[in-house]
């Protein structure tokens, strides 16, 4: 199973938007529902921003929001603040009843 | 309050075993599938294995089929993940986390605190 393919590194100034792709393939992305985005800062595990595409988790800003077309999912993060900087990983369920992550996204607040 | 902690985590020579346990809290343990999944230093996530909640369906990543086992105990609340035939590329961090259904796991969350395994001589 090859990774999801994500930018190795994205970057706005506070207030702004950026927007962070994750694509994959008809057998995974594609194919289902089921992409999930989490956020990563260092030295910490990994925490669920968006699953099912574009569902927030209770206790997730609504500044945070996800979509897909075709193969591409897409997270976006609205009013950027400087505790959003961190990695942000995709990850979507695949055809053979498993998990796939993309590479990892390094943001950057300027 | 969900909570998942790893433990078992250790330097091992390549060719060794080591077996990692998780001990999760919070939730019906039997209800839920198990997800391992690893981070090497300075690189992406990896999934490596699920279980099902009644430990019945297991899935592995392609890169650890056939060295890897993972089981659980749901009398204890406990998933385990054997690794043998270790390998330099098998250092990492390894999260453990729960699913969000019985046998079929389309998230993470939440994610126990990972615990270091080194593969080295």
């Known amino acids: 199973q090859s990774a999801l393919t994500q930018p190795a590194s994205v970057s706005g100034s506070p207030g702004q938007s950026i927007t962070i792709s994750c694509t994959g393939t008809s057998s995974d992305v594609g194919g289902y529902k089921y992409v999930s985005w989490y956020q990563q800062h260092p030295g910490k595990a990994p925490k669920l921003m968006i699953y099912e595409v574009s569902n927030r988790p209770s206790g997730v800003s609504n500044r945070f929001s996800g979509s897909k077309s075709g193969n591409t999912a897409s997270l976006t993060i609205s009013g950027l603040q400087a505790e959003d900087e961190a990695d942000y990983y995709c990850?979507?369920?695949?055809?053979?009843?498993?998990?796939?992550f993309g590479g990892g996204t390094k943001l950057t607040v300027l | 309050e969900v909570q998942l902690l790893e433990s078992g985590g250790g330097l091992v020579q390549p060719g060794g075993s080591l077996r990692l346990s998780c001990a999760a809290s919070?939730?019906?343990?039997?209800?839920?599938?198990l997800s391992w999944v690893r981070q090497a230093p300075g690189k992406g996530l990896e999934w490596v294995s699920i279980?099902?909640?009644?430990?019945?369906?297991?899935y592995y990543a392609d890169s650890v089929k056939g060295r890897f086992t993972i089981s659980r105990d749901n009398s204890k609340n406990t998933v385990h993940l054997q690794m043998n035939s270790l390998r330099a590329e098998d250092t990492a961090v390894y999260y453990c986390?729960?699913?969000?259904?019985?046998?079929?796991?389309?998230?993470?969350?939440?994610w126990g605190q990972g615990t270091l395994v080194t593969v080295s001589s």
């Open positions: 990850s979507s369920y695949t055809s053979s009843n498993t998990l796939v």
């Open positions: 919070g939730f019906t343990f039997s209800s839920y599938a």
């Open positions: 279980i099902s909640g009644s430990g019945g369906s297991t």
């Open positions: 986390a729960k699913g969000n259904g019985y046998s079929v796991v389309t998230l993470c969350d939440p």
